[in-house]
């Protein structure tokens, strides 16, 4: 019986995927999420109790 794979996950790992090829590395990866923060504040969303 094949395993059942959720299509987001999948999704989501392959994003991953990409990102860690395109940085090359931990810190590279890092950097590259704050710009893209930097460049869309919009997007940010924060947790405020």
Known sequence: MEEWKDPIVEEVRKAREELMEEAG??????KLLKAGEAKHPERIVEYSE
């Open 25 to 30: 590395d931990l810190e590279t990866l890092f």
